[in-house]
């Protein structure tokens, strides 16, 4: 396919400024032309997409996913989480480095870009590891893993807790013109909590882990983001502490970027007294007024992005067999008997979302907390710049990664009918209002809905 016209959709771009219906021209991978409806001419034999009532926006760039490849092919692979990345409407995503082995060298850098360009769908966007082996212990060859491909460095999963390896790592890091993703977890304070610290510990019975746990470090991190002048992105931030942290941090130069999670932000701690394992999570679910603090922060700019955290588990990593008397969507759960709690503090954490992550954040425009151009900035421009890709945009020359919005369609969500390997949601059964119908890599559609893509 050389040549594909977008007719008559409502086109929101505000890395360009542009908002309005137009037909966009996408032509040998490159956005061709522009223009109002019947204007723009299309070469002989071009695909024609109807895209009335739908939004136009530039393909949505997820720069917070597990794909479990090398290593973990029960969960996930390369080939598969990109498929449901293209379902998701997601053009680009990156990859962490949690694999086996860990990505830490630019031989397993170069596997896993290998499989992503035979997969013909989603982009990958490799994501170096920021210590040898995510043990915390040992630096690794920032330069070498940069001209492999990665765009961006995370021990996600675990903290880097040595002061002098990470200030070391962000003066390396951000010579080479990128940042470093940190997982924000004091583990002298988490201490293995399997859920938030509050009421529904309390009620299970188990572990607590509070809101300090990761505030302490996200202060820890972001003096030394200030002292090196060094770009520094938080991961999943969860909690009102951490935010007020960033902002502060911001108001002093320091150059900090932070995403949160749908689940973060679309769910509270009470969503583990139904789902259980598939509503566990690092960091975990938080209390209401954590989520209000997310909404507040995603409302007045402070978060800069949503990024999925895509985790794609196999039951038995949740050990839903051996939990599935405790746990039912349509009940609240009692305290856990003490075995029952040690097996839920062992189930694996994450949840996917790949697949979901655009309808929940979809809710957040039709209750008017933002609106699309927003939503388009958290999803596609400020994720593309964090990478140092020249993403984001739909503007003339651009590459053409697009996605297609239809943000009145309803669905139902629907493990079952998943690309993912992997099941773990706690969104099974919700309604959601707005998908993508067509995802766009370099001018090919890679996923195509209308028909039924699978």
Known sequence: MTAV???????????????????????????????????????????????????????????????????????????SGLRAAAAGGFTTVAAMANTRPVNDSPQVTAYMLEQARATHSARLVPVAAVTRGLEGRADIDYRAMSEAGARLFSDDGMPVDDEALLTHALDEISALGYAISLHEEDRSLSCNGAVNAGSTA????????????????????????????????????????????????????????????????????????????????????????????????????????????????????????????????????????????????????????????LGLALELVHRSLIDRARLVEMMSLNPARLLRLERGTLAIGSVADITVIDPNLEWTVEPDRFRSKSRNTPFMGMRLKGRAILTMVGGEIVYDGRRGDT
């Open 202 to 357: 309390k009620r299970l019975g188990l572990i607590g882990y509070p809101n300090a746990a990761e505030a302490k470090r996200v202060q820890r991190d972001l003096a030394l983001a200030v002292a090196t002048r060094a770009p520094l992105h938080i991961a999943h931030v969860s909690t009102h502490q951490s935010l007020e942290l960033v902002r502060e941090a911001r108001s002093r130069g320091a150059q900090v970027s932070c995403e949160v999670t749908p689940h973060h932000f679309a769910l509270d701690e009470t969503a583990t007294l139904r789902w259980g394992p598939n509503a566990k999570m690092n960091p975990p679910l938080r209390a209401p007024a954590d989520v209000e603090a997310l909404h507040a922060a995603i409302a007045d700019g402070t978060i800069d992005m949503i990024a999925s955290d895509h985790a794609p588990h196999e039951p038995a990593a949740k050990h839903l067999e051996q939990l599935a008397d405790f746990f039912c969507a349509n009940r609240d759960a009692a305290e856990l008997p003490a075995q029952a709690a040690e097996i839920f503090a062992s189930c694996a954490n994450g949840v996917v979302g790949l697949e979901t992550s």
């Open 5 to 79: 016209l977008l007719r008559g959709g409502h086109v929101v771009d505000p890395g360009a400024r542009t908002e309005g219906v137009f037909d966009v021209l996408a032509v040998q991978g490159r956005i061709a032309s522009l223009g109002p409806p019947g204007s723009v001419l299309a070469p002989e034999g071009s695909a024609m997409v109807d895209a009335q009532s739908c939004w136009v926006v530039p393909g949505l760039v997820d720069v917070h996913v597990h794909l479990r490849d090398p290593g973990f092919p029960q969960k996930e692979t390369i080939a």
